[in-house]
C-alpha cells in the first residue's frame, strides 16, 4: 500500500467511529476522510466500513487492515518520539489484554499508570479470546496456562494466583460446610458454563462434582464472583480476591494442581518501546504486593 494517509485516516475512522470525529483528529476537513475512505475501497476493491446514521463500523475485511494499521501508527509514533528526542515521553493509547477473572489486580494498576502519564489513554479487553499483538489487537497480553508459543513475541514468566474453593458466610449459615470432598455432594456449587473450560480448578469441579450440583453457571467471571457473594453456591475465587471482599469462608484451601501461571506477553516489535516499558514496570512493581504464596 503506497498511500498511508488513505489507511491513517481509515484507521481514526475506526478509532471514533464517525467522520467528524476522525477529520477533527486529524486536523482536516471532513469532504478529506470520505474521499480518502471512498478512494481506498476503490482500491482495495472491497468496503471497509458500514455506513449507517450513527456512523461508521469496520467490516471484516476493514477489522484485518485496520489491526496492521494500529499497529504501525503506534510504530511510527515511538519511532518519531526516538527521533526529536522524546524518548521519555509515554502517550497514544495503552492496549492491555486478560482474562476478565484478572480484572480485580489489573484495574487498579492501569488506574495507577494513567495517573502517572495522564497523556495515555487505557483500553483494557476481556475476554477468552486470544487478542494477536502481531496485528496490533493489544501491546501487553497477560495470558494463563501453558507458556504462549506464538512467534515474535516475547514471553515473561509472572506470577502464580493462587485459587481457592470458598463460599459466603450467608450460605455457610444456611446450609453449612462440607465435612470434606465425599459431603460435596450434598451442596450447591457455582460455576463455568464453558464443558470445555481449560482452568485447572473448573476441570477439578467437572471430575469432582456432579453436574446437578452445579446450580449456578456463568461465563462470566464477575457473575460467578457475584454469585458465590450472594450465596448461590460454593465456588472458585483467587485468594487474594476473597481476603479483600472479607467475610468469606475458605471451604478447600488452594491445590498446586488448581494454580495457573500468568504470563506477559508483548511483541518483539513494541517491547522495548518507553510505553510498554513503563507500564510493565508499574505493573510488575504492583505485583509485588499481591499476597500470591
Known amino acids: 500500500?503506497?498511500?498511508w494517509d488513505e489507511i491513517r485516516t481509515a484507521y481514526h475512522v475506526a478509532r471514533v467511529g464517525t467522520v467528524s470525529g476522525a477529520a477533527e483528529r486529524l486536523g482536516v476537513h471532513h469532504a478529506t476522510v470520505i474521499r480518502h475512505i471512498d478512494a481506498l475501497e476503490e482500491r482495495l476493491g472491497?468496503?471497509?466500513?458500514?455506513?449507517h446514521a450513527r456512523g461508521y463500523t469496520a467490516t471484516e475485511a476493514g477489522d484485518d487492515l485496520l489491526r496492521v494499521a494500529q499497529a504501525t501508527?503506534?510504530?511510527f509514533s515511538q519511532l518519531v518520539g526516538r527521533i526529536r528526542g522524546r524518548g521519555d515521553g509515554v502517550s497514544g493509547d495503552l492496549v492491555v489484554t486478560s482474562l476478565g477473572g484478572l480484572s480485580h489486580l489489573l484495574v487498579p494498576v492501569l488506574t495507577r499508570f494513567r495517573e502517572a502519564y495522564p497523556e495515555v489513554v487505557v483500553r483494557f479487553l476481556t475476554g477468552d479470546r486470544l487478542f494477536r499483538l502481531e496485528y496490533g489487537e493489544?501491546?501487553?497480553?497477560?495470558?494463563?496456562?501453558?507458556?504462549?508459543?506464538?512467534?515474535?513475541?516475547?514471553?515473561?514468566?509472572?506470577?502464580?494466583?493462587?485459587?481457592?474453593?470458598?463460599?459466603?458466610r450467608s450460605y455457610v449459615e444456611r446450609h453449612g460446610a462440607p465435612k470434606d470432598v465425599a459431603d460435596m455432594v450434598n451442596h450447591q456449587f457455582v460455576g463455568t458454563d464453558d464443558p470445555n473450560s481449560r482452568a485447572p480448578f473448573m476441570r477439578w469441579m467437572r471430575e469432582t462434582i456432579p453436574a446437578e450440583?452445579?446450580?449456578?453457571?456463568?461465563?462470566?467471571?464477575?457473575?460467578?464472583?457475584?454469585?458465590?457473594?450472594?450465596?448461590?453456591?460454593?465456588g472458585f475465587m483467587f485468594q487474594l480476591q476473597a481476603r479483600e471482599l472479607g467475610d468469606m469462608v475458605e471451604?478447600?484451601?488452594?491445590?498446586?494442581?488448581?494454580?495457573?501461571?500468568?504470563?506477559?506477553?508483548?511483541?518483539?516489535?513494541?517491547?522495548r518501546t518507553t510505553k510498554v516499558q513503563a507500564f510493565l514496570s508499574v505493573l510488575k512493581e504492583a505485583a509485588k504486593e499481591w499476597d500470591t504464596d
Not at 472491497?46 to 455506513?51: T, Y
Not at 501491546?139 to 463460599?167: C, E, M, T, W
Request: net charge negative; glycine share 4%; charged share 20%.
Open 251 to 271: 471451604i478447600l484451601p488452594p491445590q498446586d494442581d488448581w494454580t495457573s501461571p500468568l504470563w506477559l506477553v508483548t511483541h518483539m516489535d513494541l517491547h
Open 73 to 75: 501508527d503506534d510504530q
Open 1 to 3: 500500500m503506497d498511500n
Open 138 to 168: 493489544a501491546h501487553v497480553a497477560i495470558r494463563a496456562g501453558s507458556v504462549p508459543d506464538q512467534p515474535d513475541n516475547v514471553v515473561q514468566p509472572f506470577v502464580k494466583q493462587r485459587v481457592a474453593l470458598y463460599a459466603s
Open 213 to 234: 450440583n452445579i446450580v449456578f453457571r456463568s461465563g462470566d467471571f464477575h457473575a460467578l464472583r457475584r454469585a458465590i457473594i450472594e450465596g448461590a453456591g460454593i
Open 46 to 51: 472491497v468496503k471497509l466500513f458500514q455506513r
